[in-house]
């Protein structure tokens, strides 16, 4: 198992990082903590968008920091309640108001506040929601007093917010004010490098799940890179999850996984030096057997290897440095 090289400590263990993508995307994470300016994070679903915003608060505020972090999904919660939910409510400020309640904006004060999905938060909401934003202070419903904030803002989504601007569904100045410093996390297939060192992560978390040691064959490994993986991490987990429980030997299997049979591995062969593609051309499914196939060809030369991927010396380092890490070369 391989981790990005800055120090993640286990609260972030989730945040495996092989891929260049992936790296890349926490150095700017890490950037982006040491300025307290609205992030707005975009990434398919399942691919670790609250990962990276838990990653940015930690880095901010510390591993044992007693500043709060406090997570609110917009598209989860009514739109008759999200208000009430963001700022609060005072006593009897409407039917079912039995008590006063202090907002996600209070109860973030001092730390950072996540809204997950705010592509979904309804336009009337949007408009009250910049103007706590530019004030930096909020009201309950049904109050006057307003309340001094000091809160570190990060909004995610997986809408294409630029277009939802375009079609009237998204404030333009909201969406400036939110988009300070964006943050694009790369969906799975993007970066096959990170798929077996998750795997091993998440074998170790879910080791509880058997009682004995299991395996994975190459021939799943390779499996499980070529696959597509449209729900992103959290299918990733939920596979792992499920191939520990099905799993009758000390192996999984593909079907303990649950993976399609379009994912039986291909190996390629190649009898001319001359007709080898770059890497750039190939589908990702091979990639990683490609790279060692052309390799072999050149008996180890990776200058020469890397010249005929089309790729740099030091990219082929790296490749292998990170296939070595996912137990899939020497």
Known sequence: MSFYSSGINTADADLISCAAKSIDTLRLAEKIAKVSVPVLIYGESGTGKECIARHIHRQQFGATTAAPYIGVNCAAIPDSLLEATLFGYEKGAFTGAVQTMPGKFEQANGGTLLLDEIGDMPLSLQVKLLRVLQEQEVERLGSTRRIKLNVRIIA???????????????????????????????????RPEDILPLVNHFMQKYRAFTSSDITL?????????????????????????????????????????????????????YSEVHSIPAIRDLGKQVEQQYVLDVLKQFNGNKTLTAEKLGITPRALRYRLSSMRQAGLCR
Not at 164 to 190: C, H, M, N, S, W
Request: contains cysteine.
């Open 217 to 269: 064959p190459p021939v799943v490994k390779q499996a499980l890179v070529s696959y597509d993986w449209p729900g992103n991490v959290r299918e990733l987990e939920n596979k792992v999850q499920r191939g520990l429980i099905l799993c009758q030997g000390a192996s999984l299997t593909v079907e303990d996984l649950g993976l399609p049979e379009a994912c039986s591995p291909q190996k390629i062969a």
């Open 156 to 190: 995610a989504t997986h809408q294409d917010i630029p277009l939802a601007v375009k079609e009237g569904r998204f404030r333009q100045d909201l969406f400036y004010r939110l988009a300070v410093l964006p943050i694009t996390i790369a969906p799975l297939r993007e």
